[in-house]
């Protein structure tokens, strides 16, 4: 059974600070997504890496996948009280189904 | 776009009541899902569709059914409700089956279980 496994669980930080969550696991995935989800509503793909050692920045977010495509991690610059809410990252291979970690629950403060 | 419509949006039941929990997408996808989300487990895969007339259990299916009923609909039932099913329920669609492609999730049915 292939795991993922999140860390931080919970992070609270200040307004403007930078973060970082991790996403590991011991088996291979072909390619590993990040969601955010917003109380009271279903997760929001943010992006899909698949080769790795990719790195994908999607405005101050930064997401790496690991050289060996077992981890990634999430690096989020100068955070925002909108950046607010539960990171998921999920792996799959094939088409066998995603796995999904259990996430990060961020919240910024102003 | 509606994209993935779920319904109910909130459900209260005794137990040993039955239920079914709808969900229908409007963008053509082949392939469809139901989790459950408990709080410090993430998104549980309960069962899911790659292609119409296709369904298949994944991690958690004890005491769940589904059925396929077209291509745009996917329904989750519980015959006989436990309180361990007190959960947050989200459907899922896909364009194809494979790994890479994004889910989109409907925003939940929340269930509880007396």
Request: with cysteine.
């Amino acid at each position: 059974t292939q795991l993922l496994e999140q860390s931080p669980q919970f992070l609270s930080i200040q307004e403007g600070e930078n973060l970082t969550v991790y996403c590991n696991s011991s088996s291979v995935f072909s390619s590993l997504q990040w969601y955010r989800q917003e109380p009271g509503e279903g997760p929001v793909l943010l992006v899909t890496v698949v080769t790795g050692g990719e790195v994908k920045k999607l405005k101050r977010l930064t997401f790496q996948f690991g050289d060996a495509r077992k981890d990634s991690s999430l690096h989020i610059t100068a955070a925002q009280t909108g950046d607010t809410g539960l990171y998921l990252c999920a792996g799959g291979s094939g088409n066998t189904p995603l796995v999904f970690g259990k996430g990060t629950r961020l919240s910024v403060i102003a | 776009n509606a994209g993935v419509t779920q319904t109910p949006k909130f459900q209260v039941l005794k137990t040993g009541q039955s239920m079914t929990l709808q969900c229908a997408q409007d963008m053509n996808h082949n392939s469809m899902y139901w989790y459950r989300q408990d709080p410090g487990m993430g998104l549980r895969l309960i069962y899911y569709s790659a292609s119409e007339g296709t369904t298949d259990k994944g991690e958690v299916p004890n005491g769940y059914n589904v059925s396929r009923l077209n291509k745009r609909e996917f329904s989750l039932r519980l015959e006989s409700a436990a309180p361990s099913q007190t959960s947050v329920y989200f459907c899922a669609s896909t364009k194809t089956a494979g790994s890479n492609q994004p889910q989109h999730f409907g925003d939940g049915t929340r269930l509880s279980i007396l």
